[in-house]
């Protein structure tokens, strides 16, 4: 049967701290009726570090401060001209498990990607979307830069933390780092890809693809 959309609340520039408490309150008080929501935001620069997250892949982050947070995952960066979309979805209710959620968050973002001509990849093991790029990172990565990270959570089988799509931002963070934990992984925007975008239209066509892709 098909779900009502998720809630969209669009909440411009927020500090990581209080959105992620934020996020993790609203998931533990959250009931079966409760509506699944969609925050679109870009974030005040900031390192996350996942649960697998490693304090060595922190190469050199200045000062740019360092969150330890509960997502699943390694170490990326968060800053002004990144789409980020989090996704407060209830899977019991859907009927999806986590592999799911995140190959539907995926999908989301090549579709995005697809109409500005930029071709969105998946590479096996490390999740998050990628695109073609010359000089792009080695092994899985070769030839392949990283222009979207994923991170989740789930309590009580209802997710929160979500996805960021680089729009057109400072990509110098990502040189103090080994984002998600590989090191030498290339990062790109649409900017780079010659994408003119604002991150809240980008924010917008990935959250319309999300709900699609959550309300089947």
Same mark, same amino acid.
């Given at each position: ?15 990581? /701290? ?19 929501? /969609? ?39 968060? +800053? ?7 996704? #407060?979805?209830?899977?019991?209710? /859907? ?5 799911? #959620? ?22 096996? +093991? ?58 030498? #992984? ?10 003119? #975008? ?19």
């Amino acid at each position: 049967m098909s779900q009502p959309e998720p809630i969209r609340r669009l909440l411009g520039r927020a500090p990581y /701290l209080p959105t992620w408490h934020a996020m993790r309150e609203f998931t533990v008080q959250r009931g079966t009726q409760t509506a699944d929501e /969609l925050w679109l935001l870009e974030h005040d620069p900031v390192y996350t570090l996942g649960q697998a997250g490693r304090r060595e892949h922190l190469i050199a982050p200045g000062v740019t401060p360092v969150v330890a947070t509960d997502r699943g995952g390694q170490v990326t960066y968060h +800053g002004p001209g990144q789409a980020i979309v989090y996704t #407060l979805i209830d899977l019991r209710r /859907l009927g999806i498990t986590v592999r799911e #959620l995140v190959f539907r968050i995926e999908q989301a973002v090549i579709q995005t990607l697809e109409p500005y001509g930029v071709v969105g990849r998946r590479v096996r +093991g490390a999740p998050g979307v990628y695109v073609p790029y010359p000089g792009g990172g080695a092994g899985p990565f070769d030839g392949l830069a990283k222009i979207a990270a994923l991170g989740i959570r789930i309590r009580n089988g209802c997710s929160y933390h979500g996805v960021a799509l680089n729009v057109a931002m400072d990509l110098a963070p990502f040189a103090g780092i080994d984002p998600c934990g590989y090191a030498g #992984l290339a990062t790109v925007d649409l900017a780079t890809l010659g994408v003119d #975008l604002p991150w809240t239209e980008a924010a917008g066509r990935l959250s319309d693809r999300l709900a699609a892709h959550l309300n089947p």
